[in-house]
């Protein structure tokens, strides 16, 4: 459930003894949706990648929610969305395909992936798990028609990456989180 009746806002104040209190974040509120673009930009620039995005799984089909491409890409756009089967996070969440894959043209000759994924050479992709456990979607990153020298190191950044965002989302649809 998404909330947007406070912005940010203080519910006492220290100087009346109280401890500060956040309200809701809106999830598509502007200090939402700019931390996470600020995050995305971040990760895809360290990472060499030209695009990253958080995706979030909705009756079967993933919806891009948040996008950093490099410049002039505009490969994939925030409000898009392509069936599960048609994307390569169904393939990555079952295993199917890697966290990491150096070279999913190489990966395409040893078995079938979804064709919106032809141009994509590396793919880094990892799921938003909320603090409930469920599946949000997906933090995915990829570098269009050409590898890039990416290691387990970088998957486990981007898995710490993803707990944050689920940590922000949760906050912003007004649900507690854990620790």
């Excluded at 940010?8 to 509120?29: E, H, M, Y």
């Excluded at 190489?106 to 990892?126: A, C, D, F, M, N």
Aim: proline letters at 6%; a negative charge.
């Amino acid at each position: 459930m998404r909330r947007s009746e406070d912005s940010i806002g203080f519910g006492s104040s220290p100087s009346d003894g109280g401890v500060p209190v956040f309200g809701t974040l809106d999830c598509d509120g502007p200090l939402v949706v700019q931390a996470l673009a600020s995050m995305l930009e971040l990760i895809r620039e360290q990472l060499g990648m030209d695009v990253f995005f958080i995706s979030e799984f909705v009756e079967g089909r993933r919806v891009f929610r948040h996008v950093a491409t490099a410049p002039a890409m505009g490969i994939i756009h925030v409000g898009g969305s392509h069936a599960m089967e048609d994307s390569i996070c169904e393939q990555v969440l079952d295993g199917r395909v890697p966290n990491l894959a150096h070279d999913l043209r190489v990966l395409r000759t040893r078995q079938p992936l979804p064709e919106v994924t032809k141009p994509i050479g590396t793919h880094i992709s990892v799921p938003v798990v909320m603090p409930d456990g469920s599946i949000y979607g997906t933090l995915c990153g990829f570098a269009v028609e050409r590898t890039v020298d990416l290691s387990a190191r970088d998957v486990r950044r981007l898995e710490v990456a993803a707990q944050a965002t689920a940590r922000v989302l949760a906050q912003a649809a007004g649900h507690a989180t854990a620790g």
